[in-house]
């Protein structure tokens, strides 16, 4: 039976964690579907019950720096001050991983993913259990969930608790990191934008004692993070030029002609102004419109929404989107 409780059954939670079952645990950024990492059975249910393809690695969810160092074969100097400055929050550091990481967490890679989520519900349950293999607690491919009920609704039939922590504060996943180091200079890498922005990891680094440089960029890894459909709602999400009525007759014939279906029932999605705010209500939003009777939902580009937290927001929009239209 789905149960959702609330702190006062955190036993309950622990019991099923130590005894091979998964949770859906809250975090600052989305609600994740954890499993011990010492737990073949429970990482394996993991997968199942997101009908994840094994090639998508977890992040390993820690509450101290001595967890994180447990799972790490190598802890650089950088990345350590990285995990100062913004742990507990929502930074995962990519390192090269343990022999005794289960390679299910890690889908067979030399490196493993690892943060210390900034919730305190979350982060007492692996103090208690130790730490948690967690993807976001949404079906593959689907719209992340910010709330427990959006868990809920994800997994309507299966015997799964999921512990309420309210709604998250972030609201949009952390951001992923990984490192190029060289005597001379270190690279990070921004594989995937997220709660920490680039401005924020280059003010950190300003006052850091070596020279480091930030890149986007992808190790070249086909994880659906970096998937170019990713995040999708149960309708179709449109990207729509900027100015104009978006739900014009000549956009929704554009719509048409490569959906190969005209909406009827066409559905405006507005975000804050307030990128925080924008980015803490966007999956409840999507989730909101995709269940209201609408049959597509029509966002404008707004050009000057770039940068800082917007970054955040835009690749997931991009992603979520099923076409954009000038
Ligand atoms: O905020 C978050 O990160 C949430 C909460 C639950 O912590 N988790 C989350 O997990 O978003 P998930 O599985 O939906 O996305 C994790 C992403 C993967 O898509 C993958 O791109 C990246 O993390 N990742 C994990 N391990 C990696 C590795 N060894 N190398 C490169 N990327 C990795
Ligand atoms: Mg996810």
Redesign the pocket.
Known sequence: MLQIIKDEDFESARQRLQNDDVVA?P????????ASIASDQAIRKVFALKK?PFF????V?VASFQQARDVVADWPAVADYLARVFWPG?L?L?LP?RPEVNPL???G?????V?H?RHELTERLIAAVGPLA?????RFGRT?PSRAEHVATEFPNEDLLILDGGPCE?G???T?I?FELTDAQDTILI??P??VTEQDLQQALERWSKPTKIQLGS?G?Q?????KH?YMPDIPLVLVGEGGNPASPERLKAIEKTLGLRPQRPTQLTLDTDPAIAAREFYDQLRRLASSGADAILIQKNASRSGGFWDAINDRLGRAASLEIP
């Open positions: 645990i975090t600052e950024t989305v609600y994740g579907l954890a994840r998508d690695p977890l992040i969810h929502p995962t990519v991983k967490i890690t889908s890679l030399e490196t493993v993913a943060r989520p967690a993807p976001s607690a949404n992340s972030v949009l996943e952390s992923v990984s594989l995937r997220g709660g190790t890894i994880a659906p993070g970096q998937l990713h």
